[in-house]
């Protein structure tokens, strides 16, 4: 059996929907810039990829049609370069690199460019035209269930308070703004040129500027100003907005390799990729998938690997945050919380 490697990985900022840096910026044009900046990075020869995955989590309008295959062409790949878009929702961008390796591993390719895409701005969250089946929505209301709710129920499950969310949340903002003051970020990330249009004395005046932070973080957040607000999505609840992750768009893209590739182009091996398992959970809990699959990787990969396996909970809502650490017997704190939430089909790229 192969081995696959992740070779590279990059990704754009992370801006606010409807008001960040990419509000204007078509999810596909931002997909291919991502492409495009993994490809120049590494130098490779691009008639060498065998496919191109982009996770998309709500793939219709600017998103719609085979979207991977629009962002590929894009960002220039030759034409006979195939693409596929994925949907496993929040995490689609993970699958895609799942996928990827899967392939890899089974002999099928040697070379794909993995990753996913979101515009929040342009698609709304349920879509353009959200129609749930009634006949689930009566049978298991649940399965419907919104992020924020079972960010309540979570809470109620663990006894996690609002201070506790609240604390969580600041902390969250602080380190994330001293990283990015630290300049920890830069090597990761792809910067994006976008053109504003303006129209100043009825005449129509275009400006460029290059967007290359994450510009949802706030190191201004204080436990005060959290304290003032209510709660978003029940009635005497616990979850605010501060304590909720905001809408963004983005992307990242990520090489995906088979070692003779490797030993073709010379290249020292980054981080290998053994397996890969899919878990549904309880739909009220939806924060956690199934911790009995979490745990059985966990144990696999100690099975199967001599040097200590690195994890990290990635996710949305403080409350969610709080309960998987509980769940999964783990004090490590996530590195993306409430001010680095991914855009939906992006969600998996290493941050």
Known sequence: MKTAYILAAYRTPGCRANKGGFKDMRPDDLAAVAIKGLIERTGIDPMRIDD???????????????F???????AGLPYQVPAQTINRFCSSGLQTIASAAERIIA??????VAGGAESMTMIPMGGNKYS???????SWPESYAAMGITAELVADKYAINREQQDAFAVGSHQKAAAAIAADRFSDELIPVEVEETFVINNKLQKNKKLISIDDGVRADTSLAGLAKLSPA?????????????????????????????????DARRVLSVSRSKGSSGDHGTIWRGDPGSTKDGRAETKRHRSDRAQRSLCGT?????????????????????????????????PN
């Open 52 to 66: 191109v995955l982009i996770g998309c989590a709500f793939p219709e309008g600017e998103q719609g049609t085979n």
């Open 233 to 265: 999505f029940k009635l005497y609840g616990t979850v605010t907005a501060g304590t909720s992750s905001q809408m963004t768009d983005g992307a990242a893209a990520v090489l995906v390799v088979s070692e003779e590739y490797l030993k073709s182009i």
């Open 317 to 349: 809502v403080s409350g969610r945050h709080s309960g998987a650490r509980t769940e999964y017997g783990t004090d490590q704190r996530p590195r993306r919380r409430s001010p680095w939430d991914t855009p939906l089909g992006c969600t998996g790229h």
């Open 107 to 112: 002999g099928f390719a040697d070379c794909i």
């Open 132 to 138: 749930a089946n009634p006949g689930l929505v009566s």
């Open 68 to 74: 991977a295959r629009i962002a590929a062409l894009k």
